[in-house]
């Protein structure tokens, strides 16, 4: 078969045929090494058997008067030889060799080979008294003998005058060898049926339990498990019922130190193992712990038969990312309102023009520039252009709600500040939409002020609302805190945590029955200090 389509059909096999044959052919290896294995045992067990067979014979043979009396003499003799025949044929024996001190044939099954020597080499032990089995090849072919030596006038111990060599050749031996492996036979079928059996089990009982797929099907789904894993941003670990740690991320190992699975979970991460020890898993979601002195999320996922899967993440970078979720939300919402305030002075002025009153349409469209221009010339000086286009969109935002919103006269920023735009952008935009939340619809006032000095710079986010609410004076800052509702409360926590982040500062007070909340920054590092 070429290669090419054994390979074909071998992708094509199930796990459960390549179970059963790879099975199959284990079980036919360690039955042929069992039945060889059978076969030198039976063997040598045949040998043996027939040795003490010939042995026997040889003994009963050697003690005749009448082969005292012919090995004694010497010479072959026919009565002899006839005697000696009848006596193999009785034994079942294949020969029987009776031979002088000089090792000639006096009895033999082959007349004409009498007075010939007798071959096989074997004569010296019972030359010297000693019987013995042995094998060796003779005229005859290769034979089991026993051999016997003859003593003269048959008194065991005196001199030795012949030798009787009684045999079996060896198809004897194979004979008893195979009759034995026949009578075994069922036994090898049997064995190999149940094991046939038993390995339909296992490979259906294997299949089940790794649902039905096949081991490429696994090897592809293990390697679209490492590539999410890689993908991942956030650190995964699954830990099993016993605490260990079997499956770590990239991420994960980052995060732990660069210590991965396998691994108790005491050691990786104690805070984790004792929060979920002792009890069933539960599925839990932005869990709070602290891994190697840092902050982190956690998310579990309890599995199946005990366990838990765990993803989890610096609660600085999920801070981030919300709050730029903040910031194009509230970019969102600038845009919205700008384009809603366009709308409408676009209909007053096409009204006007329909009524042909122009002049009053020249002198809205006048005001609005003027307004516009007013408001840039406040923020000349603030030279960070993202904050400035935010506080553009927050006075288009303030106009649609009715609020008065103002820049502060002499508000002013370098450019050193850019490169900490996000900061300032978040501050002032929770700060902003909180004030313009405070005044809860009614027509109010907003006003920003920012300014720098030798130390840093200050912002100020002042509002004629109610202020904060008593109950909620200490704990303002803190992640969830707020008045609004559930799901509010991480607008200023994150502000606090970036600004704190930086070494600044974030504080609100009341000042003149108006709620002011301010923050301030030290110099960018590498920055020198110098006049205002």
């Not at 607008?491 to 982040?501: D, F, P, Y």
């Amino acid at each position: 078969m070429p290669r090419s389509l054994w390979s074909t059909l071998a992708r094509r096999s199930t796990l459960q045929g390549r179970l059963v044959r790879l099975h199959l052919l284990v079980l036919c290896g360690l039955t042929a090494l069992l039945v060889v294995i059978q076969t030198a045992q039976l063997y040598s067990a045949a040998r043996e058997r027939l040795g003490e067979r010939a042995l026997t014979a040889s003994r009963l043979v050697a003690r005749l008067p009448l082969v005292v009396q012919g090995a004694a003499a010497g010479t072959p003799n026919a009565a002899l030889n006839n005697q000696v025949n009848v006596l193999r044929d009785e034994a079942g024996a294949d020969f029987i060799v009776v031979g002088n001190r000089a090792g000639l044939r006096l009895a033999h099954p082959l007349p004409e080979r009498l007075g010939q020597p007798m071959e096989g080499g074997d004569n010296a032990e019972p030359f010297a008294g000693r019987e013995v089995v042995s094998v060796a090849r003779g005229s005859l072919g290769l034979s089991v003998r026993g051999k016997v030596p003859v003593w003269r006038g048959g008194v065991p111990g005196s001199e030795v005058v012949g030798v009787v060599s009684t045999g079996y050749l060896m198809p004897q031996v194979w004979y008893l060898v195979g009759h034995a492996l026949v009578s075994l036979l069922p036994w090898f079928v049997l064995a190999l049926a149940l094991g046939t059996v038993g390995a339909v089990w296992a490979a259906r009982r294997l299949r089940t339990e790794i649902l039905n797929l096949e081991p490429e099907q696994i090897a592809a789904l293990a390697q679209q498990q490492r590539a999410v894993l890689a993908a991942l941003r956030e650190g995964v670990l699954a830990a099993d019922g016993r605490g260990q740690v079997t499956l770590t991320s990239e991420r994960a190992a980052v995060l732990l130190g660069g210590q991965v699975a396998p691994a108790p979970l005491a050691a990786l991460w104690p805070e984790l193992a004792q929060v979920t020890a002792g009890r069933p898993t539960e599925r839990a979601q932005n869990l709070e712990l602290t891994l190697r002195g840092q902050p982190v999320l956690v998310n579990l996922e309890p599995l199946e038969g005990g366990g838990f899967v765990a993803g989890f993440r610096d609660r600085a970078e999920a801070l981030a990312l919300a709050e730029e979720l903040t910031h194009a939300r509230g970019f969102v919402d600038v845009l919205r309102a700008q384009t809603h305030e366009y709308q409408n002075r676009l209909h007053v002025l096409s009204g006007l023009l329909q009524l042909g009153r122009g002049e009053e349409a020249l002198r809205v469209l006048n005001a609005e520039i003027h307004a516009d221009a007013q408001f840039r010339q406040l923020l000349r000086d603030v030279q960070v252009p993202r904050l400035v286009a935010l506080l553009a969109g927050k006075r288009e935002r303030a106009q649609e709600l009715g609020i008065d919103f103002a820049v502060a006269e002499g508000s002013a920023l370098s450019a050193v500040w850019e490169r900490h735009a996000d900061t300032l952008v978040s501050a002032v935009g929770n700060f902003t939409e909180n004030a313009f939340e405070a005044l809860g619809g009614q027509p109010g006032q907003v006003t920003v002020l920012i300014g720098e000095d030798p130390d840093g710079m200050q912002l100020e986010v002042e509002d004629s609302g109610p202020g904060v609410a008593p109950a909620l004076t200490g704990t303002l800052y803190a992640q969830g805190v707020s008045s609004k509702g559930e799901g509010r409360g991480y607008g200023l926590h994150g502000v606090m945590t970036r600004v704190a982040a930086l070494g600044g500062a974030v504080r609100h007070t009341r000042r003149g029955g108006h709620t002011v909340f301010q923050l301030s920054l030290p110099f960018p590092a590498g920055r020198l200090r110098g006049p205002a």
